[in-house]
């Protein structure tokens, strides 16, 4: 999942990318998901996996 993926599931406006910035920022913290790749450090072209993954 990326923040351009997670706006397209939940039909957030491109403008809006804080909103989908937040949601993920948010399912970090609660562990639901984790980054893809840990050693990435942009934001820009981070990924997301489910915590299990």
Do not use: C, G
Request: no cysteine.
């Amino acid at each position: 999942m990326t923040n351009e993926s997670l706006r397209q599931r939940f039909a957030i406006d491109d403008k809006n990318y804080s909103m989908a910035s937040r949601i993920i920022a948010d399912t970090i913290s609660e562990n639901l998901i984790k980054s893809y790749d840990p050693e990435n450090k942009s934001k820009k072209h981070a990924k997301y996996v489910p915590y299990w993954a």
